[in-house]
């Protein structure tokens, strides 16, 4: 059975209590410790920052041209904290509670707690590193609510929030590579995890300018890589997300938790024909304001704004009257799936529901009118001042509604589906953020996380930040201090050849195929098999297809793919192969994940295990469990199970009504 | 629609490049530019040839990686747009649109339309930041910051790195991009401390990676995909001046 | 900072150029003022006596003289800001925006401004080197007055040559649209740039500086040769 190293007493002393004892390492050995970082988002960002500010030796490592690049740069919506600047009844047990719930009862309580108790530090320290968050005239900090909750503790900056979060990480990180203490590696791609004695002590890195294997040493690997989401080939995720550094990490020993758990965005601009490339994201933030319907009649191809009022079904108001349009991503995600599978979808392509923001524009209209003190203002007038107030609020986002549909959202409701958006799932970690690796952890995204089932709106950026800034900074330290003896390891070690010659094995073999088909060719297909069988709805016998249809899929990529120019140039085909060979692999795991997980729970949504009413069915009796993954070979997987233990927050069926 | 595009090919830092044609049929007006690069991309491995290598993340015009000049425009013809979001809609069937590289000696081209922007982050380095170490900080609502010092510092903190404004500069100048991170921390009370280093620092290094100055033509501002504005310019203008003028060392 | 590197970066360059170029506006309100004097049919009298003290009153002597020093300067450093602008991008573009993203008047900063040099050298070779080195004939107004340096019928000879007078009007375009970018420019290089003085700027700068000044300069070629 897995240990999660979960510190002993009561929930809210745990960190607390684990701070007090943990070991800690003194300012002369941290200069000859040597910790290695891949990738720079929030969570690669700010550990790189952290532990060189401490004085650790850092290198940091990021596919990208630069680390303000990451792909937590583009999250919209806000973070979350439990500062109770509102006044409206906030506390840390509150967002605790709330995170458990919200994940459907499938993260782990303690680490929850610690997050929902430096949630607040993180936001002092973005301040200070003068992250602009919205403020309200007197000068103060501005919140705003979001799904799932009932208070308002999202901290935002307009609908850039993680740009701004990452670019403070980033200018923090920069400082200490002027410093000295951060050494980066842009356009770096970590291609495999070298152990020695069992535990992680480096990494074989390509530069992908020249194609140049690199060996690294560290005596500790941080893994901040992101999530896999791009396994589905259309998602909200960057072009480069990646699963690649998680992957070679399993391959290594590394157990993967949860990897069925997805995260389907309720509110992405949908899919306009068979050239997308990725999908967009609408903040969550647009819920706030907007009303999402459908027509009351199937196959009504009329224009939005001829269909009235009582012929619209405000579905997500019906069905949950206590959230209304606030409902969780998840269950928000399945309820549009269910309204377009049924009939009532609209747009072109009948794979959409509307969001509507007239109501809102006239509730804003009015209002702003009362305080100018106008009476009785004429519709005009009212629409006129609602278009300002909304534009204030999200006209970044409605700017690029139009760009992308050549609609405007201030005449015509957007049109919004559900896309996959971010894997609750990923490399399981105990308390320390350790992996099963010892010296090999996983950070951010690229943990099997906090989130359970299934993530709250906000809660990405906080998990991010906190684990970067807060946690590991204390965890990393309780490990090195017994590594102070072990010297840095040549990287002529026999390890390191070795580790090196597989990743060159493997690009040989990847350039020798030379068959016919492109990677992004494979990648489509792939993520279409995903989509359909291991998506929004997953059954036992479209599972059990998806993996045959996977290694099929897999065997024919490793012999027909084609892969232009050569591996010792800047070779962005090759890099695709790469990666898609991984998420191969990984498709094939997570639907393994899916099939044994005989419940619904959070984004993972089993079609044998629903109510009566069709809301997602859990079974704690027999899946309270973190399902940790080993990887045993080729397709061959064991199953490793940390119980998960619920002493504060009581599971009870979840519900919004 | 069918199109002529006139691309620049450079297999690496030291070739010389050149442009090729490409016809590329039946593009779609829904599609983004850059869906109509991966279409003629899939379409030139599947005849063996070496596709176009571009720089592009997010794909949603924020992370700043897509960097093509367009027909003579930074990220194409469409205002507060980046390459990525620009979608086929701003052209007509028969167009010819000749892309090229962001040019500028501190902006080496990498191969075909990739170019090394490096040089940003030295800048950043060389000051962009407030030196606060995890753990120091005071309450978030200690520091009381006026809503419009706060929205300009937020309109400024926008930049997303792209260098459109070296790439639309007839000079390749980098002010635009040095003052929106100047502008962000000036404007704001906890940038004040550094103050007097930061723009002297930043603006020595922007000269040593060799970007060109400032003659105020305005064109960054009107290419900014972020639309980031020239008072930021005028602001670091200001501070480089104060601190010239103060800072005693 | 010290402050030889101030001045060396490329803010402190723009700030002399900047500064300097404060300095020429100045110079060249005060010279059509005296410029002016020219139209007046009185035999030259308000002019040449104008003229006489200018030139010899030592304190304007020195002005004149740094005045000269200024307008290298301005040039010198304008040019060596322009040729390290083309050095940072040593590819050009195969096709540009053109005006679609900014004047062409903004962007040609560094020909304007060659135009003016070669018109001032010139214009300085016709009137100010006659003046202080050649032989001029000379005038009294008063009886017993002292004899000036007829200066004035020397100005109305010249342009009573169109050839002369075409060069005067280009060089005053020259003039006309470096200042219209240029007093501009220098305020928001020297970083004033508010939103409740920026449209009173650009109007002085594109009507008074832009317009009205070099239109005063060049009417008076124009009037002398259809006047003459």
């Known amino acids: 059975m897995l240990d999660a190293k979960i510190p002993a007493g009561p929930l809210d002393k745990k960190w607390e209590n684990y701070k007090g004892h943990c070991k800690l390492v003194n300012p002369a050995n941290k200069r000859s410790l040597e910790v290695i970082i891949v990738g720079t988002g929030l969570a690669g960002a700010s550990a790189a920052a952290s532990l060189g500010e401490l004085g650790y030796k850092v290198k940091a490592f990021c596919f990208q041209d630069s680390p303000r690049r990451a792909h937590s740069i583009a999250a919209q919506g806000g973070i979350n904290a439990a500062k109770n600047y509102q006044n409206d009844g906030d506390s840390v047990y509150r967002l605790f509670y709330d995170t458990v719930k919200g994940g459907d009862y499938r993260a782990r309580e303690a680490n929850v707690h610690r997050l929902a108790e430096v949630s607040g530090n993180i936001i002092d320290q973005c301040v200070a590193q003068g992250v602009p968050f919205a403020r309200e005239y007197g000068g103060l900090l501005s919140n705003r609510s979001f799904g799932g909750t009932q208070v308002q503790r999202t901290f935002y900056a307009a609908g850039q929030t993680g740009q701004q979060l990452l670019l403070g990480a980033y200018s923090a990180l920069e400082r200490q590579v002027a410093l000295g203490n951060v050494t980066l590696y842009n356009r770096h791609e970590m291609l495999e995890i070298v152990k020695i004695d069992g535990k992680a002590r480096g990494i074989i890195a390509r530069d992908l300018i020249t194609g140049k294997l690199e060996r690294h040493f560290g005596h500790a690997v941080l893994l901040a890589s992101g999530g896999y989401g791009n396994v589905f080939f259309l998602s909200t995720n960057a072009m480069g997300s990646n699963v690649t550094a998680a992957w070679k990490a399993t391959r290594k020993g590394a157990f993967f938790g949860n990897p069925c758990y997805t995260q389907i965005h309720p509110t992405c601009i949908p899919v306009s024909g068979d050239h997308q490339s990725k999908l967009t994201l609408m903040s969550e933030s647009l819920r706030n304001d907007g009303r999402i319907w459908v027509p009351k009649k199937k196959d009504d191809n009329r224009k939005p704004a001829d269909i009235p009022e009582d012929e619209r079904d405000y579905y997500l108001e019906r069905r949950y009257p206590a959230f209304g349009n606030l409902v969780p991503r998840d269950v928000a995600s399945r309820a549009a799936k269910e309204r377009c599978d049924a009939g009532y979808g609209v747009g072109s392509s009948k794979q959409a529901v509307y969001l509507d923001y007239a109501a809102a524009i006239e509730r804003y209209g009015k209002i702003e009118a009362g305080k100018r003190g106008v009476h009785s203002p004429s519709p005009e007038l009212v629409r006129q001042l609602g278009v300002e107030v909304v534009a204030e609020k999200y006209g970044n986002l409605f700017e690029m509604y139009e760009k992308i549909t050549g609609e405007n959202p201030y005449e015509v409701p957007m049109r919004i589906y559900p896309a996959v958006h971010y894997t609750m799932g990923g490399l399981w970690v105990d308390y320390e953020l350790m992996t099963t690796v010892p010296g090999l952890y996983a950070l951010g995204e690229a943990n099997f996380s906090d989130h359970g089932a299934n993530r709250l709106g906000a809660s990405a950026l906080m998990q991010g930040l906190a684990d970067g800034y807060f946690v590991i900074p204390y965890t990393i330290g309780n490990y090195l201090a017994d590594e102070i003896r072990t010297k840095a390891i040549p990287t002529d070690h026999p390890a390191f050849v070795e580790a090196e010659q597989q990743v060159k094995a493997n690009i040989d073999r990847l350039m020798s195929i030379k068959g016919t088909k492109s990677v992004d060719s494979f990648h489509r297909r792939l993520g279409k098999i995903m989509w359909d069988k291991c998506g929004m709805a997953r059954n036992e016998k479209g599972l059990k297809e998806a993996i045959e249809e996977i290694k099929a899929l897999r065997a024919e990529f490793w012999k027909d793919v084609r892969i232009p120019g050569t591996a010792d140039e800047f070779n962005p085909e090759l890099e695709k192969a790469g990666r898609v060979a991984d998420f191969l692999e990984l498709g094939e795991l997570m639907c393994i994940d899916a099939l044994n997980r005989r419940e619904s729970c959070g984004g993972h949504f089993r079609e044998e295990s629903q109510t009566e009413e069709g809301e997602a069915l859990r079974d704690d009796a027999n899946f309270a469990y973190v399902a940790a993954w080993e990887y045993k070979g080729d397709s061959s997987y064991e199953l490793h199970k940390e119980p998960l233990i619920f002493e504060e927050a009581k599971p009870t069926q979840r519900s919004y009504k | ?249 | ?228």
């Not at chain 2, 753990?135 to 997303?160: L, R, T």
């Open chain 3, 1 to 228: 900072m010290k402050w030889s590197q101030f001045f060396n970066t490329s803010i402190g360059k723009k700030l002399l150029v900047g500064a300097t170029g404060f300095f020429l506006c100045s110079f060249v309100l005060v010279h059509l003022a005296g410029n002016i004097q020219l139209l007046y049919k009185d035999g030259g009298k308000a002019f040449n006596t104008y003229a006489a003290f200018m030139g010899h009153n030592s304190l304007i002597q020195f002005i004149a003289w740094g005045l000269k020093i200024v307008i290298v300067l301005h040039a010198l450093i304008a040019l060596q800001l322009t040729f390290s602008n083309r050095r940072a991008r040593p590819v050009k573009y195969a096709i540009s925006a053109g005006n679609q993203t900014s004047s062409w008047y903004s962007r040609q900063m560094a020909v304007m401004g060659s135009i003016l040099l070669v018109f001032i050298v010139i214009h300085l070779a016709d009137f100010w080197a006659k003046f202080h080195y050649a032989e001029l004939p000379t005038i009294s107004y008063e009886a017993n007055g002292e004899p000036i340096k007829d200066l004035y019928s020397i100005v109305w000879q010249v342009f009573e040559n169109p050839v002369w007078v075409i060069i005067y009007v280009i060089g005053m375009i020259g003039l006309s649209f470096h200042l219209i970018h240029g007093f501009k420019s220098a305020f928001q290089t020297f970083g004033l740039n508010h939103v409740k003085y920026n449209g009173l700027i650009s109007f002085v700068g594109v009507w008074l500086f832009g317009i009205l000044i070099p239109i005063g300069f060049a009417i008076i070629p124009v009037y002398i040769l259809f006047n003459h």
């Open chain 2, 1 to 249: 629609m069918n199109l002529t595009l006139k691309v620049w090919r450079q297999k690496n830092k030291n070739d010389q490049g050149r442009f090729e044609t490409y016809q590329v049929q039946d593009i779609s007006s829904e599609m983004s530019f850059l869906e109509m690069f991966d279409v003629l991309n899939e379409r030139l491995i599947n005849e063996g040839k070496e596709p176009i290598a571009f720089d592009h993340d997010c794909r949603e015009g924020i992370c700043g990686m897509c960097s093509m000049h367009i027909n003579g425009r930074a990220h194409g013809p469409w205002a507060g747009t980046t390459t990525c979001q620009l979608h086929m809609r701003a052209f007509k069937d028969g167009d010819t649109i000749t892309v090229e590289p962001w040019r500028a000696s501190a902006f080496p081209v990498l191969k075909d339309l990739t170019v090394d922007r490096g040089a940003f982050d030295r800048i950043i380095e060389a000051g962009g930041y407030i030196s606060v170490n995890t753990g120091n900080a005071v309450d978030a609502n200690a520091i009381p910051i006026p809503k419009d010092k706060a929205d300009a510092a937020f309109a400024a903190a926008a930049c997303i790195g792209c260098g459109a404004c070296v790439a639309a500069c007839k000079n390749s100048s980098a002010m635009l991009f040095v003052s929106a991170k100047v502008s962000q921390l000036a404007l704001l009370p906890q940038g004040d401390p550094e103050r007097s280093t930061r723009a002297l620092n930043m603006v020595a290094q922007m000269d040593k990676e060799g970007f060109g100055s400032c003659t105020n033509t305005g064109a960054c501002e009107a290419e900014c995909p972020k639309e980031i504005s020239l008072t930021n310019i005028a602001r670091l203008n200001r501070e480089f001046i104060r601190s010239g003028f103060t800072y005693e060392k």
